[in-house]
Nanobody, 123 residues
Framework: QVQLVESGGGWVQPGGSLRLSCAAS????????MGWFRQAPGKEREFVAA????????YYADSVKGRFAISRDSAKNTVYLHLNSLKPEDTAVYYC????????????????WGRGTQVTVSS
């Protein structure tokens, strides 16, 4: 079993930045990929970004490409999401997820999920 704990959410003004962290613990961690998803009120959960753990290849949703960056620290079993140039439409609960074996990166077909961290962008 893998536990994922997100942190770093909060309130920020439009144009601001945040860094989300997701720490993985539990059994020896060796996921194929880790991703970030978000869900805004009244909307479905959507893919934001993901990174293949061993090779470090990153994937992004078009809506965040050029503004968000995903990275990982293998020694700490932690994945980060750097949110820049934030917009009010980025307001959502952000979830971290881990995929144990190769599969479609941008779908919700991940094996483990965190509880989420709230990001609010408003003036």
């Amino acid at each position: 079993q893998v536990q994922l704990v997100e942190s770093g959410g909060g309130w920020v003004q439009p144009g601001g930045s945040l860094r989300l962290s997701c720490a993985a613990s539990g059994r020896t961690f060796g996921s194929y990929a880790m991703g970030w998803f978000r869900q805004a009120p009244g909307k479905e959960r959507e893919f934001v970004a993901a990174i293949r753990w061993t090779v470090g290849i990153a994937y992004y949703a078009d809506s965040v490409k050029g503004r968000f960056a995903i990275s990982r620290d293998s020694a700490k079993n932690t994945v980060y999401l750097h949110l820049n140039s934030l917009k009010p439409e980025d307001t959502a609960v952000y979830y971290c997820a881990a995929m144990a074996a190769p599969g479609p990166i941008a779908t919700s077909d991940y094996d483990y999920w965190g509880r989420g961290t709230q990001v609010t962008v408003s003036s």
